[in-house]
């Protein structure tokens, strides 16, 4: 899989860019500043639909077009796959309502058709290293739980719908309970939110495990190569808030769960009953609380390596190389799943790591199709490997193919 052409108008630093990118490794070279992380963060956009640097989509309209009153952005991309051609397009408009209030309206379409976010699934893969990726250990919770459902929302149209229904359910059942606390009421009001959430709290719980189960089995080899010991095994530890797959009247067993959704032998209705019945017990205090504190909205995900928690005890460094590890197994789990080599894109990670790590990523970019690396300084590349790659310059969002590059 690679992205043979890029366009972005009004997209962070871009006024407009119109880039044919080669199928091969890429040096992004310029100064901080200049465009090259919006860059990035533009490719993951168009895969998923949400942006890996900010939850508020409107932070993403160049400043300039605000002002002009023009609150606009638009990219696009041509995604080349092995049996496939795809132009994804996602607009962005920032509208004035009558009351004065804004509203940001975006569309998204597929080959010119338009689709739900969720339809974005499978059609451009990425992998996005960045400098704050250590914050993926060491950081909240919540980012963590982002990290599952974004991967899991690059590959699966189904996780995103219950995804997106169960954060609607969740808002609104918080709201119900903080009406419910203040005001009074029949707390019945909150059975049809409650169901949703069982039904989809239980779908997310059972994916994410099953994803982590297989990123445990790529990070943990990964792992002991970057640390060069056998004995630095890795562990990624699923913590849910409340497990599906073990509520207090079943007790079933983790290997239960089989590799493939949709096979398990362990009754569904078994899982939603013990989710609702939970949920039952803990309106009273949730009630008095006005927040929901039980599902998967509260997961934890943990690494573990040789019986150490590296979000507590492990140093800058160690961190850092879990969460190389991290990154390469989502690689290697995208690939099993799509059969698509995933577009890699990183930004400045090189600078953070070792000479011996630095040797062995960039080694393995000769098995990825297309990798778009952004640096500031092109010497901290080996010379054999600048020779490879098609170096572009970026200079207050523009963007020039370097020359001597093929």
Known sequence: MHIRSLSLRQFRTYNRLELDLPASPILLLGANAQGKTSLLEAIAYLAVGRSPLTGTDQHLIRWSAIEAAMPFAYLQAEVVQRNRTDLIEIALEQKTLSNGNTRLEKQIKLNQHPIRQMDLAGHLNVVIFLPEDVDLVSGAPAGRRRFLDDLLSQVYPAYVEALNEYQTALSRRNALLRHLRDFGGDPAQLVPLEETLVQTGVTLSLYRRRLVKALTFYADRLHQELAGSEKAWLQLQYEPNFDPLRPPAVDYQLGLLPEMLGESPV????????????????????????????????????????????????????????????????????EQETRESPVLLLDEVLAELDRARRAYLLNLLGDVEQAILCTTDAEMFPASFRQKTQMFEVAEGIISRLNGTP
Do not use: C, K, N
């Not at 939603?272 to 939970?278: Q, V």
């Not at 995900?301 to 961190?319: H, P």
């Open 267 to 334: 009754d569904l209705d078994t899982l939603y009953e013990a989710y609702r019945t939970m949920l039952y017990s803990q309106r009273r205090i949730e009630i008095e609380r006005g927040m929901t504190l039980i599902g998967p909205h509260r997961d934890e995900l943990r690494f573990i390596s040789a019986g150490v928690d590296m979000g507590t005890f492990g140093s800058r460094g160690q961190q850092r190389t879990v969460v190389l590890a991290l990154r390469l197994a989502e690689l290697r789990w995208l």
